[in-house]
């Protein structure tokens, strides 16, 4: 029994206030896969009475039971995706949240479903999904553009820390923080972070950031996009490190050649970011958040390894995924070659 | 020879070879991502035992001489990193070229050859 069905009478109960119905009857929940740190939940309802009478589907997204720390809660997160729904993002429209724990077990909010193929893989080697793949690539330089519009202050997201500096120092900073606490050297990832800090973009924009928005991180139907998901790392950064993010050789899948993603060329894809937001991609800041990129996902992967040797998750792909630091380490290295550091 | 044959790479890659010709096609195809992933498991701990022991050997001896015979107590790797971190190697060609083929090392021995 998941805590869905165990809570399925509260939670019923629940979703009849928030969308003014008489009685509301889940007639279906299903958890939907791709979520390490939250849970997603699908669910068929049946509303009787009130506003929204008839059957709906919906996502419900609550905390995992075992949290991993460093991303925002789910009311921020909620916050976030109401204010990039109202911005024109395509986003699962945010519907209605819940900070009772009572109802589930933890915090929760409800959103409209979205169908679509969201793995990265898949979406990389199936061109029957996203329609014209030039178009998409487009596509999502569009998105972003639109993310990025939205500018420091917004009232709804005050809870968002504004960066004190340059983002850049603040990111390096808490990756060799990270690595501290791991424990582990590793001397490639230091010679990365040396780099960057000799290499730190100049004057960046601040502005809303997605900060995982890559292939993977939305969902695809045979037409084109129909959402961008897992908003729990968004924060107030530098715009270039979505890009450099997205156009990263490790989020490229089996299509190293396609430089926007696996999607498309860097070309296509930056032509649609800069109509779209009327501002011209800085291309070496672009290049210095890929190298962090490689450097930001060998941490993670080294958590997660870290997170299987200690006995605290069991897993065959936990167990795996440190393998792929190799590779991470080896981008990390061709992208900051001797005759590419500025002086100290 | 101290241990008998079939050594253990040797038979990893007979286990390998059942599961992926035998096993897997008949398999329900629910599990064959559980099944690819095992089968990737199994490719890289025989890539791990067939590396070669002596570039392994070559590549702390050479990390030896760049420190310098470090007596600092602290693990090599450490004091490498910490290095690096205050800036007292940054852009030394000798610290890349040692970087690069440790990584290249490392590269090999995670690459399945055979899933």
Redesign the interface.
């Known amino acids: 029994m998941s805590r869905i069905d165990d809570n399925r009478f509260s939670l019923q109960n629940w979703l009849a206030v928030a969308t003014g119905a008489d009685r509301v009857e889940i007639i279906n929940a299903k958890p939907l896969t791709g979520g390490a740190i939250q849970e997603n939940w699908r669910l068929e309802c049946d509303i009787t009475g009130g506003p929204n009478a008839g059957s709906h589907g919906y996502v419900l997204r609550s905390d995992a039971e075992s949290i991993v720390a460093s991303s925002l809660t789910r009311e921020q997160e909620f916050r976030v995706l109401k204010a990039v729904h109202k911005n024109g993002v395509t986003v699962p429209e945010p519907l209605w949240l819940c900070k009772d724990t009572k109802i589930i077990g933890s915090a929760f909010y409800i959103m409209q479903l979205v169908t679509g193929i969201g793995l990265g893989p898949k979406i990389v080697k199936d061109l029957s999904l996203g329609g014209d793949r030039q178009a998409l690539g487009e596509a999502l330089g569009k998105e972003l553009a639109t993310i990025h519009a939205i500018r420091p202050p917004q009232a709804e997201l005050e809870f968002l820390p504004l960066p004190t500096g340059n983002p850049a120092e603040e990111v390096i900073k808490q990756l060799?923080k990270q690595l501290d606490e791991l424990g582990e050297?590793?001397?490639?990832l230091?010679?990365g972070?040396?780099w960057a800090e000799?290499n730190l973009p100049t004057n960046p924009k601040i502005t809303l950031v997605h900060n995982d928005f890559r292939t993977g991180n939305y969902l695809l139907n045979q037409n084109g996009l129909t959402g961008i998901l897992d908003w729990e790392f968004a924060e107030w950064g530098d715009p270039m490190s979505d890009i450099g993010w997205f156009c990263a050789k490790c989020w490229r899948f089996s299509r190293p050649d396609l430089e926007a993603g696996g999607i498309t060329d860097r070309e296509t894809f930056y032509k649609g970011y800069e109509a779209a937001s009327g501002q011209t991609i800085n291309k070496e800041a672009v290049s210095f958040w890929e190298v962090m990129a490689h450097i930001r996902w060998a941490v993670i992967a080294l958590q997660q390894t870290h997170r299987y040797m200690s006995g605290a998750q069991k897993s065959?792909?936990l167990?795996?995924i440190g393998?792929?630091?190799?590779?991470l380490?080896?981008q990390v290295?061709k992208m900051t070659?001797?005759?590419n550091?500025r002086a100290? | 020879m101290i241990r008998d044959e079939p050594q253990a790479a040797t038979l990893l890659a007979e286990a390998r070879s059942v599961l992926s010709d035998t096993i897997l096609p008949i398999l329900d195809p629910s599990l064959n991502y559980?099944m690819h992933?095992?089968l990737?498991?199994i490719s890289?701990a025989e890539q791990q035992l067939n590396a070669d022991a002596k570039l392994e050997l070559m590549l702390l001896e050479k990390l030896d001489q760049i420190l310098s015979g470090n007596d600092s107590g602290f693990?090599q790797?450490?004091v490498?990193?910490?290095r690096?971190?205050r800036?007292a190697l940054?852009?030394?060609?000798e610290?890349?070229d040692f970087?690069?083929q440790?990584?290249?090392f490392?590269?090999l021995?995670?690459t399945p050859t055979g899933e």
């Open positions: 060799r050297a590793r001397p490639i230091e010679w972070l040396r000799l065959l792909e167990a795996l393998r792929i630091l190799p590779s380490e080896q290295l070659k001797p005759d550091w100290a | 559980e992933m095992a990737k498991a890289l693990d790797a450490e490498l990193a910490e690096i971190r800036g940054d852009a030394s060609v610290i890349f970087l690069d440790l990584v290249n490392k590269f021995e995670t």
